[in-house]
């Protein structure tokens, strides 16, 4: 029988913010403003969150940003997906939008800033400050992970 020691780095959890965005932007226009007002670079990652299902398909857009001098990396991840769903009966075509969510529980969020960095709470405020300030951000606010019941699709 084998025996199989855990170590405490096994359960190490990543320790990250989650900031909310609401805003009619796209995700390139986004992190474009992002970069201008915050002195950051996001730049479109080389993947995208892929899921699959029974139902649909969904692909999430992500644009990333690594910080050297506060050894963080930065997300700018996009909340939904729309896609467009073509269906020909009785010589018609017929077309619907589906439209999927990362995170159901917070379908009215637009996009979410997963910032992996121990950050305290009062420079997470000054940060949210700012990007409220942004004329093209309708709000935003910091998000209690702890809450969120699709936690684990966050994790990569």
Not at 47 to 73: G, Q, R, V
Request: glycine share 2%.
């Amino acid at each position: 029988m084998q025996v199989h020691a855990l170590d405490l780095h096994d359960f190490y959890e990543e320790k990250y913010s989650l900031l909310g965005i609401h805003t009619t932007l796209e995700d390139y226009k986004l992190a474009y403003v992002l970069n201008h007002h915050l002195g950051v670079r996001f730049n479109k990652a080389s993947f995208n969150l892929d899921f699959e299902n029974e139902k649909s398909d969904a692909s999430f857009s992500i644009y990333t940003y690594e910080n050297s001098t506060h050894n963080s990396e930065w997300y700018l991840i996009s909340n939904s997906e729309k896609k467009e769903n073509k269906v020909q009966e009785e010589g018609l075509l017929l077309s619907t939008e589906i439209k999927n969510y990362l995170i159901p529980e917070k379908k009215k969020i637009d996009f979410f800033v997963k910032i992996v960095e121990d950050i305290p709470l009062k420079e997470t405020q000054k940060l949210v400050n700012k990007i409220k300030s942004i004329d093209q951000i309708i709000t935003a606010y910091t998000i209690d992970t702890n809450t969120l019941k699709s936690k684990d699709i966050l994790i990569f």
